[in-house]
């Protein structure tokens, strides 16, 4: 059994910070990519950031996030990190992370998603 759970959401005013978290736990073999989506109502679900696995992580941010979030993972907890710094009201969404794993006894990766945190950023 394999869960992917996130915290650190709320509501903070426009140009403040939040500190998203998510853990991976359970059977799990490996973790390869992991990652940030987020839904606003009405929207699609998009892309915020991504990180690689590995001692050489690479990252991928949406264009609208960067310079402002930075993702950041262990390896050792099973865990990533989104710093969410000057937030606008727009980044006010629901956030969710993903993490493809393969859990013990399994020879392929599968996405896991968690349940979402949501943001709401205050003008």
């Known amino acids: 059994q394999v869960q992917v759970v996130e915290s650190g959401g709320g509501l903070v005013q426009a140009g403040g910070s939040l500190r998203l978290s998510c853990e991976a736990s359970?059977?799990?073999?490996?973790?390869?990519?992991m990652g940030w989506y987020r839904q606003a109502p009405g929207k699609q679900r998009e892309l915020v950031a991504s990180?690689?696995?590995?001692?050489?992580?690479?990252?991928n941010y949406a264009e609208s996030v960067k310079g402002r979030f930075a993702i950041s993972r262990d390896d050792a907890k099973n865990t990533v990190a989104l710093q969410a710094n000057s937030l606008k009201p727009e980044d006010t969404a629901v956030y969710y992370c993903?993490?493809?794993?393969?859990?013990?006894?399994?020879?392929?990766?599968?996405?896991?998603w968690g349940q979402g945190t949501l943001v709401t950023v205050s003008s």
């Open positions: 359970g059977s799990i073999m490996s973790i390869n990519a």
């Open positions: 993903k993490a493809d794993i393969r859990a013990r006894g399994s020879n392929r990766y599968v996405e896991f």
């Open positions: 990180i690689t696995s590995g001692s050489i992580a690479n990252a």
